[in-house]
């Protein structure tokens, strides 16, 4: 059995691969330590953005564990493109899974990554993984695992927002476990 707790980023200053996290990003990241007290970690691994990176560094200074920077983490890239109706396009995408918008990733090859970890990650070794990452391939690591997660589902996310997997031979559980605490 293993337990993989998928973590969305805490609040941002923006989209780009450098944002950090605002002043009330850093203090949610800093809550993670305290939610995290009692759970089982074995490894981490993050997006290599470095809205993800400091929303894990508190918790992994804290636990001493090292950060695996995976870039099948990274946030799945809509369109180089600013596009106005960009939640519009974003529904469209998750609609039409082969979508592309100009300088994007269809949801088909984001969906490859999130499938790529996932098969890596349960035939490791490690039975307490945490996975740092945006929402849109949080969304997507979670479809993995039950298909009806999509569009809505990233939609109803928070800054950050934690989800447990408990995955067995004979089932999966998944459960948001996040509390809105910060």
């Known amino acids: ?16 691969v450098d944002s950090p996290l605002t002043e009330h990003g850093r203090k949610q990241a800093l809550a993670l330590v305290d939610f995290f007290k009692h759970k089982e970690i074995d490894v981490i691994y993050s997006s290599p953005f470095k809205r ?3 929303t894990i560094r508190p918790l992994s200074n804290s636990r001493e564990i090292e950060i695996s920077e995976d870039d099948r ?3 799945r890239v809509l369109s180089t493109v600013n596009l106005e ?15 592309v918008f100009e300088g994007g990733e269809s949801t088909s090859a984001a969906m490859e990554r999130a499938k790529s970890l996932i098969e890596d990650l349960l035939c490791s070794d490690d039975d307490h993984i945490l996975l740092v990452s945006h929402g849109n391939m949080t969304t ?21 927002d934690v989800f447990e997997l408990v995955v067995s031979n004979e089932s999966t559980i998944l459960n948001r476990i996040w509390d809105d605490r910060i």
């Open 1 to 16: 059995m293993k337990t993989i707790y998928l973590v969305r980023h805490a609040s941002a200053a923006g989209q780009p």
């Open 85 to 99: 109706d960009w939640r519009d396009k974003l529904k469209q995408s998750f609609e039409d899974f082969e979508l």
């Open 140 to 160: 997507l690591l979670m479809r993995y695992f039950n298909e009806s997660f999509g569009y809505d589902c990233l939609m109803e996310m928070t800054n950050p």
């Open 73 to 75: 983490l990274g946030e």
């Open 52 to 54: 993800a990176l400091e």
